[in-house]
């Protein structure tokens, strides 16, 4: 394998690595809901785990379609 393919296959892997804890953190902060009550706008701060994971998945789309698609030359 080249060394640009093992770099986007690296890539690949860091970026799965933060959705995974990216979905933990929301996990943990829904779970924490009753823990802050005042907390200012829950929406928000969902939305704002929704919009990272939404970033990272179409990231990982991406570099998956270099991966299958790049030619060692």
Do not use: W
Request: glycine fraction near 4%; proline fraction near 1%.
């Amino acid at each position: 394998m080249s060394v640009k393919k093992e770099l986007l296959n690296g890539i690949y892997t860091k970026l799965e690595g933060e959705r995974k804890t990216t979905a933990a953190e929301l996990e943990l902060f829904l779970d924490c809901l009753t823990v802050i009550p005042q907390h200012t706008d829950v929406k928000v701060e969902i939305d704002k785990y929704v919009t990272k994971m939404a970033l990272i998945g179409e990231k990982l789309r991406v570099v998956k379609f270099l991966v299958d698609n790049y030619k060692d030359e």
